[in-house]
């Protein structure tokens, strides 16, 4: 990916991807975009939070980047695109529920199981 697609991606996307965010954790939560840096420093959403206090889940407080893969950053940009990324907003709260059970994090009480967890080369299917 290049730096004009990559400011593209953060102009037109990311503050949607980080807008439904907050809306999933009701502001409970820090999200943090960090740039594009190149090739082996993809535009990076962070979010993290406090473990709640009633919380049952995991050792470290919440700390997860979501990375996105350079192709499916390409297609958000091609024909259907714009629907594309529609519909996979609207999954999200789905799509938050699978990664927490494939990987040791509870969004519930904002823990995880390691201090740092990078979930990426993700797409934007639905």
Same mark, same amino acid.
């Given at each position: 990916m290049n730096q004009e697609t990559a400011a593209c991606f953060e #102009? =037109? &996307?990311?503050p949607r991807i !980080?807008? !439904?965010l907050v809306?999933? &954790? @009701?502001? #409970?939560?820090?999200?943090?975009? $960090? +740039?594009y840096g190149g090739a082996l420093h993809p535009t990076r959403v962070r979010i993290t939070g406090d $473990?709640? +206090?009633a919380g049952h889940g995991y050792a470290h407080p919440l700390n997860v980047a979501l990375t996105w893969d350079s192709d499916a950053i390409h297609g958000l940009l091609a024909p259907g695109g714009e629907?594309? &990324?529609a519909r996979y907003l609207a999954a999200l709260p789905r799509k938050l529920d699978n990664w927490q *059970? *494939?990987?040791?994090? =509870? &969004? *519930? @009480?904002r823990s995880q199981a390691e201090p740092s967890i990078l979930l990426g080369g993700l797409d934007f299917e639905a």
């Open positions: #102009r =037109d &996307f990311v !980080t807008a !439904t809306r999933i &954790f @009701s502001q #409970r939560v820090h999200i943090d975009v $960090i +740039p $473990i709640l +206090p629907a594309r &990324f *059970g *494939g990987r040791a994090i =509870d &969004f *519930g @009480s």
